[in-house]
C-alpha cells in the first residue's frame, strides 16, 4: 500500500499529508501519555462514543444521565453530559445515532485489552482507551486519503490528481474538522464516502458484483451514522438507471443498498424499540429538519459560516459541473441533482451553523466527491491565460486558508461567533495588538449584563441600538401556579434576535424553601419545537416575607426561523408562591449594518 503511495506524484502528496497529520496529533499524544489530558471525547462526540463503554461495563444499552455525567466529571472537568434525554415516555435515551461506534469498535476492543493489561480503569475514557481513539483517527485519516487518491486517479491524470488532492487538503477546513473535531463524523464520513464512491463507479466501468457489494455495504453503514447518507444513493440510482433503466436488471443490483442500509441501522431500531419503546424515533434533538424553510443563503455566504465565503475553493464546482457536462454526461446528472439536494437538506437544520465548527463542517463529509468536480475544472485549463487565472486562484484560496487556520487556531477567528464586522476586522491580519472581540456576535451561552453598555457604545456607522419594552405591568398578581404572562412573535416586538432581556420585578415571597421560576422558552414557528429554555428562580434562597426589587438578565436566543415565538410565563413547582408588585421586562438589541 505505502509502495503504491510512493510511486508517483499523487501518491507523494497524499502520504506528505499523512504524515504532517500524524506530526500534529503527536503534541496531543503526548498529553494523553503525561496524562495533561484525559477528556477522550465530549459533546456531540461523546453522544456517537457512550455505547461502547456502556455496553461493556454494564451489558445493556439502558444509559442513564447520571453513568453518562460521572464519566464526564471523572475525566471531562464536569461538561455536562446532555446526550441523554428523556422521553414523554419516561424513557431515557441517546440522541446520537450508535453507526459511529461500529467503527470505534475495533480501537476499543484493542485498548480495552491494553488497559486490563496495564492496570488501567476498564471505563472507555483511560489512557489506552484514548491512544487507540486518536490512532483510530489517523487510520480513518489514511483510509480518506488513499481512497480519494484512488477515485481522483479514475477521473484525472497523476499530476492534476496530485494538485487536487494538495488544493483540497490545503485549501479547505478539513486540517482544522479532523484535528479539532477527529471525535466527531466527518473525519470517518470523509473516508467511508471516499471508499463508497470509488466502488461506485467501479461497477458502473466494470459491472463487477465485488464494487457492487463494497458499494452497498459501506454507503449503508454511513446511513447509520448519519441518515441523511441516504442522500448519496443518488449516485448509485442514477448510474444503475443509465446502465439498465428501469427494468429486471436495474432492480436485481439496486436492491441492495436500501438492504445493507436496514441491516446496518437494526442495531439502532432495536434500541429504540427496546429501550425507548418504539421502532422508530426520527429525532430527539431540540432541532429539526425543516425542509420547507431552509438557511440557503446564510448556508453558503453568511459571516457567521458561510461554507463558501470561508472555503471558496469549491466555487470552482460551478465550472467542473459544465466541464463534466460535456465528459461525462451520466455522472453530471448525478451531480447536478445530488449536490443542491445536499445542501439544500443540511441548511434545512435548524442549527444551520452545525455550533463551534471553521467553515461548514457537514460539507467535509462530500469532499471526496466534490473534489472531483474541482479536479475536472482544474483539467480544462489548457490555455496559458487559463492556466495564470486558475492557479492564481489556487494560490489565493490556499493562502486565504492558511490565514483564517492561524486565526482560529490562535482565537482572533471564531468558530461559532463570527460576524461581518469581526472578520473584516482580523481580515489579513497574523498579529492583531490589543485584540478586541467586541465585533462578535453576542454569545448566549453566557449571560454578561456589562454587554448591553458595550452594545450602546458600538460606533453607529456600523450598528444600531435599541431598547425596547415589551411587557410591563404594576397590578399586584399571585403567583401559586402557573401564570402565562406574555405570548409574541419575537421580532414582531424587537427588531434583532442579537441581544438581551432586562427583567425588573418587585415581588415578595412566602417560603423560601420552594421554588417559583419565570420562565422565557423559544420556540420554533414550526411543530412548537421547544430549543431554548431560561428559567429564573424567585424563591428558592430568596429573603421570605420581604419585599425584593431584582434585576435579571437573559439572552435573547437566535432565532431559527423568522416568525419563532417566546412565552414568559411564572410557574410554581414546588407549592411555592410570591406576590408580584411590579414587572417590567425591556429587549435590548442591536442591529448590524
Known amino acids: 500500500m505505502l509502495k503504491s503511495f510512493n510511486s508517483n506524484l499523487s501518491g507523494k502528496v497524499s502520504l506528505l499529508i499523512f504524515v504532517l497529520f500524524v506530526i500534529t496529533f503527536l503534541p496531543k499524544m503526548n498529553r494523553v501519555v503525561s496524562n495533561e489530558e484525559t477528556c477522550l471525547c465530549a459533546y456531540d462526540g461523546y453522544g456517537y462514543y457512550m455505547y461502547l463503554p456502556h455496553l461493556f461495563e454494564k451489558g445493556h444499552l439502558d444509559i442513564k444521565q447520571e453513568w453518562a455525567q460521572q464519566l464526564q466529571n471523572n475525566y471531562c472537568d464536569g461538561i455536562y453530559a446532555y446526550q441523554i434525554v428523556r422521553t414523554e415516555t419516561g424513557k431515557e435515551l441517546n440522541i446520537y445515532h450508535m453507526g459511529q461506534a461500529y467503527i470505534e469498535l475495533p480501537a476499543y476492543l484493542i485498548g480495552d485489552v491494553f488497559a486490563r493489561m496495564f ?17 483510530n483517527a489517523l487510520f480513518f485519516i489514511f483510509l480518506g486519503l488513499l481512497y480519494l487518491r484512488k477515485t481522483l486517479l479514475l477521473f484525472l491524470n497523476d499530476k492534476t490528481a496530485a494538485i487536487a488532492i494538495l488544493v ?3 485549501a479547505s477546513n478539513i486540517y482544522i474538522t479532523f484535528f479539532l473535531q477527529y471525535d466527531l463524523q466527518h473525519l470517518y464520513l470523509f473516508a467511508l464516502n471516499a471508499i463508497s464512491f470509488y466502488h461506485t463507479i467501479q461497477f458502473s466501468r466494470t459491472l463487477s458484483r465485488k464494487h457492487l457489494l463494497l458499494s452497498a455495504i459501506i454507503l449503508g453503514l454511513t446511513v447509520a451514522i448519519r441518515p441523511t447518507q441516504v442522500l448519496l444513493g443518488v449516485f448509485p440510482l442514477v448510474l444503475l438507471l443509465s446502465k439498465y433503466g428501469i427494468r429486471g436488471e436495474f432492480i436485481k443490483r439496486i436492491w441492495v443498498y436500501p438492504v445493507f442500509g436496514l441491516l446496518w441501522n437494526i442495531p439502532q431500531i432495536a434500541y429504540w424499540w427496546i429501550i425507548g419503546g418504539e421502532p422508530f424515533i426520527p429525532n430527539l434533538h431540540s432541532e429539526n429538519l425543516i425542509l420547507s424553510d431552509p438557511n440557503i443563503f446564510d448556508f453558503l455566504f453568511s459571516y457567521k459560516k458561510g461554507w463558501l465565503l470561508y472555503t471558496p475553493l469549491f466555487l470552482l464546482i460551478l465550472h467542473g459541473i459544465y466541464i463534466m457536462y460535456h465528459k461525462n454526461r451520466v455522472l453530471f446528472w448525478s451531480f447536478v441533482v445530488f449536490t443542491p439536494l445536499y445542501i439544500w437538506v443540511m441548511s434545512s437544520w435548524e442549527c444551520w451553523w452545525y455550533a463551534s465548527s471553521y ?11 466534490l473534489i472531483v468536480l474541482v479536479g475536472f475544472s482544474i483539467a480544462s485549463w489548457k490555455k496559458n491565460l487559463h492556466k495564470i487565472l486558475g492557479y492564481s486562484f489556487l494560490v489565493g484560496v490556499c493562502v486565504l486558508n492558511i490565514l483564517q487556520t492561524y486565526q482560529g487556531m490562535k482565537g482572533y477567528l471564531s468558530f461559532d461567533s463570527m460576524t461581518k464586522q469581526h ?20 454569545n448566549r451561552g453566557i449571560v454578561d449584563p456589562e454587554w448591553i453598555e458595550r452594545a450602546k457604545n458600538l460606533p ?47 415581588y415578595k415571597t412566602t417560603d423560601s424553601t420552594k421554588s417559583v421560576i419565570l420562565m422565557f422558552e423559544t420556540l420554533s414557528e414550526y411543530k412548537w419545537n421547544w430549543y431554548n429554555w431560561s428559567p429564573i428562580e424567585l424563591s428558592k434562597g430568596q429573603v421570605q416575607d420581604s419585599l425584593l426589587h431584582n434585576t435579571y438578565y437573559v439572552n435573547i436566543q437566535r432565532l431559527r426561523h423568522n416568525n419563532d415565538n417566546m412565552n414568559i410565563y411564572f410557574n410554581s413547582l414546588e407549592g411555592g408562591s410570591i406576590e408580584v408588585k411590579g414587572l417590567k421586562i425591556t429587549a435590548h438589541t442591536i442591529e448590524r449594518d
Open 119 to 135: 492496570g488501567y480503569e476498564t471505563d472507555g475514557f483511560s489512557k489506552p482507551y484514548f491512544i487507540l481513539f486518536i490512532l
Open 423 to 442: 472578520y473584516w476586522y482580523i481580515f489579513g491580519r497574523t498579529d492583531i495588538p490589543n485584540y478586541t472581540g467586541i465585533h462578535l456576535e453576542l
Open 359 to 369: 467553515s461548514s463542517r457537514v460539507m467535509v463529509d462530500i469532499y471526496p466527491l
Open 460 to 506: 453607529s456607522d456600523d450598528y444600531t441600538y435599541k431598547q425596547t419594552i415589551i411587557h410591563e405591568s404594576t397590578e399586584p398578581l399571585t403567583i401559586k401556579e402557573a401564570v402565562i404572562i406574555k405570548q409574541l412573535v419575537v421580532l414582531d416586538e424587537v427588531p434583532s434576535d442579537e441581544g438581551m432581556l432586562e427583567i425588573n420585578i418587585d
Open 168 to 170: 483540497l487538503y490545503v
